[in-house]
């Protein structure tokens, strides 16, 4: 489930908007049960909610209801969901649906500057991404993350960002996004749902990073991190990738016993998938048996 | 884009699926709540709705959810709960304590899911007595559904965590040696799992640990021909998704399934290769050697 704390949510558009306490809740509510409610000791009622998000704004991706921005929302998220775990080719029909409501945002940009970077296309990809992060008011600048809302796509693309910095060989300026990014998740996401996918990607990403600038005992912190990430939430479909990455970093450590070990591991996962592949026989009739 | 437009999702698919106001917020909330959340009148809480959202079977992680603090750090505790009953009981044990401190007990839905992680390291621990267990497994399903009978399974609503309470009952059936009685609950279950309406990402991590429940049976039933086409479902799910949580035991099931039903020697001998570098993987080279071992001696392949 993603989930935003509403206090948490409101303290911090309040504050990123210089706005004091007393600014949010006149006419509204009391100083007092707002600062309840932003502590998270009170859940606001509707109507008193509705107020506070309509008086700080649209501009900072907050709006009230709205039913076709929560259907946009819904497609959003299972894209990048696909996206995430190389699904692809599930996406055409989400893409078709989010163009028919015509919306006029940053994400088919995001989609392409994806497609770009699975084409190897590093200076389109940035373009790409820098004019989404211009819509949102970043402008490259990692120093307002702190408090902004991030959907699930705008986290997706800072990875992708960082990941075509450090294929241009900006390593200093990928980490240090990535760095922010990792911390922006830590303090203020749920890691139940995508939000714990888009970790374990960064990880990754990140061990990816250090294996290519050769750091390989770097690179195998990050790989236990984002594996003991996997075990635990049950997120299985990067292991191959993480598996990869140590046997590239053991290689470069010039361990060839743990290198080989790891590239098998690999193996056997990519023939596990083909082989139940070809192996489909007739189906046995399980009715039968059945109560 | 906030919770408020919930309410409408929950009632147009309560409307699609022709339920009743009742039954869908039996043991959760009143009548008059949920109706004042399908009309955006109030917040529900946070476990409230997934409750309401898990029994209609929409997945609420496309949703954006607002909740309090005490809810999100509640949910955040059950995880780590559950990330190490496996690994450290004693970790796990003070974690529950937690939970259960933190649980709102005028809260049915957030009660039955620290009894839920309560139970399960009741199993885990196997301290009391395994018939006492099974009787609080189903003493915990009808906090929230008060007239809960296994053979009317098929006509139910159900949450995750109940459903995960079935699932955990018929383990503890499995251990009492009730195999029948815990095959039955198993494939109640899965057949719950299996309807139409549910939300494939919902049910994803259930229906592979209920499936593979069932091949352990049926295998320990001695039904190897059943199990096998499992099995097959099993693993045909692995390649759709590129991967699933339980490999090593999945292979485990399928090997000794191949030996059995005497399958051609290189198609047996490839799985247990295959499955030696997968348990190597996950559980390391100790384990591996005694798979090795097991395989040697029970079935004369070296």
Same mark, same amino acid.
């Not at chain 1, 922006?184 to 294996?211: K, P």
């Not at chain 2, 339920?19 to 946070?46: D, H």
């Not at chain 2, 006492?132 to 189903?138: G, Q, V």
């Given at each position: ?6 206090? !948490? ?249 743990? !290198? ?12 596990l998938?083909?082989s139940c592949a070809?192996e489909r026989k007739k189906p046995v009739a399980v009715a039968m048996f059945n109560y | ?152 399974l098929g ?8 459903w995960?309470?079935l699932i955990?009952?018929a383990k503890?059936l499995m251990?009492?040696?009730?195999k029948e009685e815990a095959l039955r609950v198993l494939l109640g279950v899965k057949g719950y799992l299996s309807k139409?309406?549910m939300?494939a990402?919902?049910i994803r991590g259930d229906y592979e640990t209920v499936l593979l429940r069932i091949v352990e049976t049926l295998v320990s039933m001695g039904r190897f021909f059943e199990a096998d086409s499992y099995s097959d479902e099993l693993l045909e799910g692995f390649s759709k998704n590129?991967a699933t949580a339980n490999l090593v035991e999945i292979m485990i099931n399928r090997t000794t399934i191949a030996i059995n039903l005497r399958k051609?020697?290189?198609h047996v001998?490839?799985m247990?290769?295959q499955t030696?570098?997968v ?24």
């Amino acid at each position: 489930m993603s989930e935003y704390c509403m206090g !948490e949510m409101i303290k911090r558009t309040r504050k990123s908007m210089n706005m004091s306490q007393e600014e949010l809740a006149f006419g509204i509510c009391s100083v007092s049960t707002l600062s309840r409610i932003e502590n998270g000791l009170e859940t606001p009622a509707r109507a008193t909610f509705e107020k506070m998000v309509e008086r700080l704004g649209e501009s900072k991706g907050l709006s009230p209801c709205d039913t076709a921005e929560d259907e946009a929302y819904r497609l959003r998220l299972l894209t990048v969901r696909n996206i995430i775990r190389g699904q692809q080719e599930k996406n055409s029909f989400l893409l078709d649906e989010y163009g028919a409501m015509g919306r006029a945002d940053a994400f088919p940009d995001y989609i392409k500057a994806s497609a770009s970077l699975d084409e190897q296309n590093t200076t389109e990809c940035v373009a790409l991404l820098k004019s989404i992060f211009g819509k949102k008011g970043f402008r490259g600048d990692l120093s307002k993350i702190d408090y902004a809302i991030l959907e699930p796509y705008e986290v997706h693309s800072f990875i992708l960002y960082a990941k075509c910095l450090s294929e241009k060989g900006e390593y200093s300026k990928a980490e240090r996004t990535i760095n922010a990014l990792k911390k922006y998740l830590e303090e203020s996401c749920n890691f139940d749902g995508i939000y714990g996918e888009l970790y374990i990607v960064l990880l990754t990403e990140y061990a990816e990073m250090a294996v290519t600038m050769g750091n390989s005992a770097e690179s195998l912190a990050w790989c236990a991190l984002a594996l003991n990430e996997i075990e635990c939430r049950g997120k299985t479909f990067l292991k191959k990738k993480v598996f990869d990455i140590k046997a590239r970093a053991y290689e470069a450590d010039g361990r060839r016993e743990l !290198e080989h070990e790891y590239r098998n591991y690999a193996h056997v996962l990519t023939e596990l998938i083909k082989s139940c592949a070809v192996e489909r026989k007739k189906p046995v009739a399980v009715a039968m048996f059945n109560y | 884009m906030w919770e408020v437009r919930i309410g409408e999702i929950i009632r147009s698919q309560r409307e699609k699926l022709n339920i009743r106001q009742g039954k869908l917020s039996e043991g959760i909330c009143t009548v008059s709540t949920l109706s004042k959340i399908e009309n955006g009148v109030i917040f529900p809480t946070r476990y409230k709705l997934q409750y309401l959202m898990e029994r209609l079977g929409i997945d609420s992680e496309q949703y954006v959810i607002l909740s309090s603090k005490r809810e999100i750090e509640f949910n955040e505790m059950v995880r780590v709960f559950n990330s190490c009953l496996k690994k450290d009981p004693a970790v796990a044990t003070y974690m529950l304590k937690r939970v259960e401190k933190a649980a709102d007990s005028t809260n049915d839905a957030e009660y039955q899911i620290y009894g839920e992680c309560s139970l399960r390291l009741d199993i885990a621990e196997r301290k009391k007595p395994l018939e006492n267990i099974a009787r609080e497994a189903m003493e915990l399903l009808h906090d929230t559904k008060a007239n809960f009978s296994l053979d009317r399974l098929g006509e139910d609503l159900l949450s995750k965590t109940e459903w995960n309470i079935l699932i955990d009952y018929a383990k503890v059936l499995m251990l009492l040696d009730r195999k029948e009685e815990a095959l039955r609950v198993l494939l109640g279950v899965k057949g719950y799992l299996s309807k139409k309406h549910m939300d494939a990402e919902l049910i994803r991590g259930d229906y592979e640990t209920v499936l593979l429940r069932i091949v352990e049976t049926l295998v320990s039933m001695g039904r190897f021909f059943e199990a096998d086409s499992y099995s097959d479902e099993l693993l045909e799910g692995f390649s759709k998704n590129k991967a699933t949580a339980n490999l090593v035991e999945i292979m485990i099931n399928r090997t000794t399934i191949a030996i059995n039903l005497r399958k051609p020697p290189e198609h047996v001998k490839r799985m247990i290769m295959q499955t030696r570098e997968v348990i190597k993987m996950d559980k390391g080279s100790e384990t591996a050697e005694r798979f090795d071992d097991y395989v040697r001696k029970e079935c004369g392949y070296a």
